[in-house]
């Protein structure tokens, strides 16, 4: 798992966004292979949706060939009602850059079989080959999607009851007035997001269970402090859903500063010094490899090459940590011998207790 730590929300959405659009610029997406990204709602994600819009504007990234699909809608609101998934995601991001609207997919909470609606969608999912990225936030009480507490671990698409703190805390959208607030939602389940499972059009001959190639996640504020805290420092748990992202080969999590305070010192900084050792010594984030490579992925796996004088997966597989895995190598040598690094990096190197923590804790 990483986590990033930004100062604030407006630093945290920076960072996510830029992501996103490295992933899809690196990814060369095209009609006959697009890149699927998985879009979530709420506030927290609004600065991202803004700073996407902003590079699209300025012509630095374009989602023609991007499929989306939403994480989840609200049941027995109509689609146009303002507060309805669908229309957030048109005010906010949709209707301000050239994603082709038959390439957008969000649940129709108002399907005359929701359960069937479900189906399909999980189908879709799998028809396009599984979604390379899914971005999400998370409720107060850790929930990702509408996977309240106490969803199963293992669920799907779905219909669900909302939790009375998700009822309370969105009705800040609906004039304050818990009456207003659906008691129900579609929403894609845990698994959804931690496997992908699918027989791809673009690989006939075998029927392949993927992971979401990455998942990232977006949490600022105070408010989401305990839950943050729960998923990364508690064990994985049913109460606090978003927890199951430590089941997953390659999550990220964005925060700011606030939304660490109920973390141990301890482990905001090894976060953070695993990041600045990173940077500091030049290690470039490696993306998830394309789809198609999964096919021989122990090959792959076997091929190794020289960069930067360490030793370091060619082409790593696209469930591995990307950053981790060349660090790890690095910093145990560190360990061993921490001016190993040499003096003139080292003097890059802020802090410099952090890199040897990080070396411990890597080793
Ligand atoms: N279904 C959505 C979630 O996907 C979202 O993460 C959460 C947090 O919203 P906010 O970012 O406004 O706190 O709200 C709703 O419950």
Request: aromatic residues 8%; negative net charge; contains cysteine.
């Amino acid at each position: 798992m990483r986590l990033i730590i930004r100062d604030d929300a407006q630093a945290a959405s920076r960072y996510i966004a830029d992501y996103i659009i490295e992933r899809i610029n690196a990814f060369h997406p095209t009609p006959e292979r697009p890149f699927v990204l998985g879009l979530p709602t709420g506030s927290s994600p609004v600065l991202v949706y803004q700073h996407l819009v902003q590079r699209h504007k300025a012509g630095q990234i374009s989602f023609r060939n991007v499929v989306t699909f939403n994480m989840d809608e609200y049941v027995g609101i109509p689609r146009d009602h303002p507060e309805s998934y669908h229309s957030f995601m048109y005010k906010h991001f949709f209707s301000h850059v050239d994603v082709s609207p038959d390439n957008i997919n969000i649940l129709n909470g108002n399907a005359p079989d929701l359960e069937a609606e479900c189906q399909r969608y999980e189908d879709k999912i799998q028809r396009v080959g599984g979604i390379e990225l899914f971005l999400g936030g998370i409720g107060p009480d850790g929930h990702i999607a509408f996977n309240e507490p106490g969803s199963s671990l293992r669920s799907r698409t779905r219909v669900k009851t909302l939790a009375y703190d998700t009822i309370l805390a969105n009705s800040r959208f609906f004039g304050n007035n818990l009456d207003q607030v659906p008691r129900m939602a579609l929403t894609v389940g845990i698994q959804t997001v931690l496997d992908v499972s699918y027989t791809a059009t673009y690989l006939p001959h075998k029927t392949s269970h993927f992971q979401a190639r990455e998942v990232v996640i977006i949490i600022t504020g105070p408010h989401k402090a305990l839950a943050l805290q729960r998923c990364i420092e508690g064990a994985v748990n049913h109460m606090w859903t978003l927890s199951c992202l430590q089941m997953h080969p390659h999550p990220m999590i964005v925060v700011d500063e606030d939304a660490t305070l109920e973390l141990q010192v301890k482990t905001v900084k090894y976060f953070k010094s695993i990041e600045m050792v990173a940077n500091d010594l030049g290690f470039r984030q490696k993306f998830p490899r394309k789809r198609d490579s999964l096919l021989d992925e122990d090959t792959l796996l076997s091929a190794e090459a020289q960069t930067n004088g360490l030793t370091v997966p060619q082409e790593l597989p696209r469930t591995a940590s990307p950053m981790l895995e060349p660090m790890s190598a690095r910093l145990s040598d560190e360990d061993k011998n921490v001016s190993g690094i040499g003096p003139a990096d080292m003097d890059k190197v802020a802090d410099q207790s952090s890199v040897r923590m990080g070396a411990r804790v890597a080793s």
